[in-house]
């Protein structure tokens, strides 16, 4: 025979949480969830941002292989004619892949010309062209260029205006920032040079810096 106090002893206490412990619990939980989401979030958009500059060093390193078969001129912004299409299309073959083109936090998808004798010259997907100092009229040869490092060739687009264009900074014309994508990535984008790197900007630092559009550095 058990003796009482040895009774009481084997018992099992059945207590359970009272209605103040759980609210804690789940405000803890809140709390940490508050606290760790946007910390995840950041991180997997760091991730991205990543991998559209290795993209963007692709296309530059496609570039520059086809600047050595055309007597190290660069492509053109676009082309017309019997020989329709963009610098994306013409560069392609080169880089040999299209998904290289379109940027994994979103943006325009490519879009080759639709045949040779298209009128639609397709879209570069979510990367645009320095259009106004490299894609307009002839084509411009390395050499010509003063600074290739410090000369933007690409960089982020949101097509809204233009579906191959990377315009210069001026904030008197609205609609070119209207296509730049200045802040796809956080608070920043990532941008191609005339020598084949690469480089993530903070919109506000890419903003006040208009010269790296120019190809003769004032």
Same mark, same amino acid.
């Given at each position: 025979?058990?003796?009482?106090?040895?009774?009481?002893?084997?018992?099992?206490?059945?207590k359970?949480?009272?209605?103040?412990?759980?609210?804690?619990?789940?405000?803890?939980?809140?709390?940490?969830?508050?606290?760790?989401?946007?910390?995840?979030?950041?991180?997997?958009e760091?991730?991205?941002?990543?991998?559209?500059l290795?993209?963007?060093?692709?296309?530059?390193?496609?570039?520059?292989?086809?600047?050595?078969?055309?007597?190290?001129?660069? %492509?053109? /912004? =676009?082309?017309?004619? $019997?020989t329709l +299409?963009n610098?994306?299309?013409?560069?392609?073959?080169?880089?040999?892949?299209?998904?290289?083109?379109?940027?994994?936090?979103?943006g325009q998808?490519?879009? %080759?010309? /639709? =045949?040779?004798?298209? $009128?639609?010259? +397709?879209?570069?997907?979510?990367?645009g062209?320095?259009?106004?100092?490299?894609?307009a009229?002839?084509?411009?040869?390395?050499?010509?260029?003063?600074?290739?490092?410090?000369?933007?060739?690409?960089?982020?687009?949101? +097509?809204?205006?233009?579906?191959?264009?990377?315009?210069?900074h001026?904030?008197?014309?609205?609609?070119?920032?209207?296509?730049?994508?200045y802040?796809?990535?956080?608070?920043?984008?990532?941008?191609?040079?005339?020598? +084949?790197?690469?480089?993530?900007?903070?919109?506000t630092?890419?903003?006040?810096?208009?010269?790296?559009?120019?190809?003769?550095?004032?």
């Amino acid at each position: 025979m058990f003796s009482a106090r040895t009774q009481d002893s084997l018992k099992v206490s059945k207590k359970g949480f009272t209605l103040i412990e759980l609210l804690v619990v789940i405000a803890i939980i809140a709390i940490l969830a508050a606290i760790l989401f946007p910390v995840f979030a950041r991180a997997r958009e760091n991730a991205r941002r990543t991998s559209c500059l290795s993209n963007l060093k692709q296309i530059g390193l496609g570039i520059m292989q086809y600047t050595q078969d055309y007597d190290e001129k660069l %492509p053109l /912004y =676009s082309y017309s004619g $019997t020989t329709l +299409g963009n610098w994306a299309s013409v560069s392609q073959p080169y880089v040999k892949s299209t998904q290289l083109f379109e940027c994994p936090s979103g943006g325009q998808k490519y879009a %080759p010309p /639709y =045949s040779r004798w298209a $009128t639609d010259p +397709g879209t570069s997907g979510a990367y645009g062209y320095n259009w106004e100092y490299l894609g307009a009229g002839e084509a411009i040869s390395l050499a010509a260029i003063e600074e290739t490092a410090r000369t933007i060739m690409s960089g982020e687009i949101t +097509g809204t205006e233009n579906m191959t264009a990377y315009y210069a900074h001026k904030p008197a014309i609205p609609t070119y920032d209207a296509n730049n994508a200045y802040t796809r990535h956080l608070d920043g984008s990532n941008v191609l040079f005339c020598d +084949g790197h690469a480089k993530f900007f903070s919109g506000t630092s890419l903003k006040s810096q208009p010269e790296l559009w120019l190809t003769d550095k004032p």
